[in-house]
């Protein structure tokens, strides 16, 4: 998002850097204890998902884990499907009964826009119910194998099958948790996230390129792409800002919870004992699928320019183009396609995603009573600290979580950060 009339620069990190040293070391040991159960149970599932793409792929997976590990890992993986699936499995089987029967008796020729949304919530009830079902058989299918391995006096090739269906039943229980705790009236879309780096500070372009890599990295362990359609690079290293598109399901619900301004505590540059801090903020906008991004924005509050972007030639900042919403002060902006028709009516389905946005964190019922006043300065939204000197850590300000290894997180593992976020929401 580029909020250029709204946002001010970012005040001096040092009372929060001061604030870290001192807090963190504290903080580490009784947090990891306070943790909700259904928050262990989320970072337990994006765990496991995590550690399979990595292990389902290696041929030496019994000398990395360990013949016990893995036995108890399998058992963990049936343990968790046991004590949810008939549950969840009665209760997904009356819902798609009961959407079933309004199928039977709706005449779609009374509303065909309404009959058309009972069919996609019934096809998507019957995925749920299939998924439910299979991942019962491949319980059964794991807790055989485990059985037969055991009475050949441990067999690994029958181990190796027994993990590889537990895997499964992981992944399956892991969508269906999440598919339950996102649904909020964007969670579903795909989502556009755009970074910016703080100005005047050469170490936070190259902290903004770093945010880029994660988040790349991120999409793809859970075998999919960003796109970045937006990228503006600083002329001495790093970024002054970019654009990735996520076109995924649910990539918004995944998502969201990471807005805000993001922190990398480091040591000074300049061989002082002081702390410095560089900051990027991380904007999160719906990325509608199909176009249903409908609403109407007159066009008198809009003022849309070409403004001049850094670094790239000259087409490319022809094409560029900036749309101001004058009422809130909210700016976008797209560059990455290939004409400037395409490029402004990119820039304008974010603006109103992002007002949409906005005027459901303000609770009112229309995209024209936006309080101007009341939109949040992203650099006043802290979200996360990343703490590189004088030890490794990263600290979730939003909800708490605490991870001790930075560069297992900058890798793209933010599975567990993410869960948060969306437990968060939830239990709120």
């Known amino acids: 998002m580029v909020m250029a009339t709204m946002v ?77 699936t008939s549950t969840a499995l009665e209760i997904e089987e009356a819902t798609r009964i009961k959407q079933e029967e309004m199928v039977r008796d709706f005449d779609m020729w009374d509303d065909p826009a309404k009959f058309s949304d009972i069919l996609v919530k019934l096809a998507n009830s019957a995925k749920v119910v299939d998924s439910l079902k299979d991942m019962k058989y491949k319980v059964e299918e794991a807790k055989l194998i485990n059985q037969l391995a055991e009475m050949n006096a441990i067999d690994y090739g029958l181990y190796k099958q027994a993990y590889e269906a537990s895997l499964d039943v992981s992944d399956i229980l892991d969508q269906y948790e999440i598919s339950k705790l996102l649904n909020g009236p964007f969670d579903m879309a795909g989502a556009c996230l755009v970074i910016k780096a703080s100005p005047n500070d050469i170490h936070s372009k190259l902290w903004a390129e770093q945010l880029l890599s994660m988040y790349l990295r991120w ?83 809009l003022v849309i320019s070409s403004p001049s972007i850094q670094g790239e030639n000259k087409r490319q900042t022809d094409l560029s183009v900036c749309i101001q919403h004058l009422p809130t002060g909210i700016s976008v902006q797209s560059s990455g396609e290939r004409s400037r028709f395409a490029n402004k009516m990119k820039a304008l389905n974010r603006l109103k995603a992002k007002l949409l946005v906005t005027a459901r964190e303000q609770g009112v019922a229309s995209i024209k009573s936006i309080q101007k006043d009341n939109i949040v300065n992203p650099w006043q939204e802290e979200t996360r600290r990343y703490v590189f000197h004088p030890y490794k850590l990263v600290h979730d300000v939003k909800t708490g979580i605490q991870m001790p290894d930075l560069n297992y997180v900058l890798d793209g593992n933010i599975g567990t950060l993410i869960a948060a976020h969306i437990n968060s929401r939830a239990m709120s």
């Not at 389902?56 to 046991?82: M, P, T």
Request: with cysteine.
């Open 219 to 301: 999409a793809k362990r859970q075998g999919y792409e960003g796109r970045i359609v937006d990228k503006c690079p600083f002329k001495n290293g790093g970024i002054n800002s970019a654009t990735i598109e996520f076109e995924f399901e649910c990539a918004y619900g995944y998502l969201s919870g990471e807005k805000g301004a993001h922190h990398l505590i480091r040591d000074s540059s300049n061989e002082s004992s002081q702390l410095e801090a560089s900051s990027a903020t991380v904007d999160v906008i719906p990325m509608f699928f199909e176009n249903a991004c409908d609403h109407e924005i007159d066009s008198e509050d």
């Open 8 to 84: 001010s620069e970012p005040a001096c990190p040092t009372r929060m850097v001061h604030e870290v040293a001192s807090s963190f070391s504290s903080k580490w040991h009784s947090s990891l204890g306070k943790k909700k159960p259904h928050v262990q149970l989320l970072q337990r599932s994006f765990g496991i998902k995590a550690c399979n793409s990595s292990m389902a792929n290696n041929k030496d997976i019994y000398n990395q884990v360990g013949l016990f590990s893995l036995k108890r890992k399998i058992e963990d993986a049936v343990l968790r499907a046991e004590t949810f």
